[in-house]
């Protein structure tokens, strides 16, 4: 049976690093999982997320941002996503459509309306069974994300964490929003803990979930 579930935070607050503890776990108990992200998890969207992330696009204006995160997905959705479910395997994805709410329009102010509609085109009905909300402040996250930037070699993918506390304090605030109107949906996780407290906690949380094979 196909099991959907996604990771969203503030920069820093340890998705990535929770997202391949909760696939190795899974996999462990015989679960055939799939991990992608977003923007990006596919030839074409990796191109998107180049775009997205490099700090030498700043002036890349929300609306166009908005647009460029909605033609990612639906091209991860269609390659990635959608077969994966389709052939009964398990996908975690590191953000999806709850990102674009929080960044997009809780952070930029672009309207909800507008980012709702262009989800559920770019989704095509693809919706998570479980979301995951590591919730950290913000000054936990961004100190590190740049420790992690800083000590990756490559590209730079800092246009987030170059934004204003201001702006990520606005994202957070939304994410706890969405969390707080879909509590049946949403697990939200103490992101400051020490990773493996963290990690018990999310697993913890993927079990209570009906329909996944633990």
Do not use: W
Request: glycine share 8%; aromatic share 6%; charged share 20%.
């Amino acid at each position: 049976m196909s099991f959907f579930i996604t990771f969203e935070g503030i920069e820093g607050c340890g998705k990535s690093t929770q997202v391949q503890l909760l696939a190795k776990a899974l996999t462990s108990r015989g679960t055939d999982v799939v991990v992608t992200r977003e923007p990006g998890g596919c030839a074409i969207a990796d191109q998107i997320r180049n775009i997205l992330l490099d700090a030498a696009n700043s002036g890349l204006t929300p609306s166009a941002e908005l647009l460029l995160y909605a033609a990612a997905r639906a091209q991860h959705v269609a390659e990635v996503v959608q077969p994966a479910l389709q052939a009964g395997r398990t996908v975690i994805c590191d953000r999806f459509t709850d990102a674009t709410i929080a960044y997009q329009g809780y952070g930029r102010g672009l309207d909800l309306a507008t980012i709702a509609r262009l989800n559920a085109d770019a989704a095509a009905g693809t919706l998570p069974d479980l979301t995951v909300l590591l919730d950290c402040p913000v000054e936990v996250g961004l100190k590190r994300a740049f420790a992690r930037i800083n000590s990756t070699a490559g590209a730079r993918e800092e246009r987030f964490e170059l934004e204003s506390v201001q702006f990520h304090q606005r994202v957070r605030d939304g994410y706890l929003a969405l969390a707080a109107e879909q509590p049946e949906r949403f697990a939200v996780v103490d992101g400051s803990l020490a990773i493996d407290e963290t990690a018990a906690a999310i697993l913890a949380a993927v079990s209570r979930k009906p329909g996944i094979n633990l």
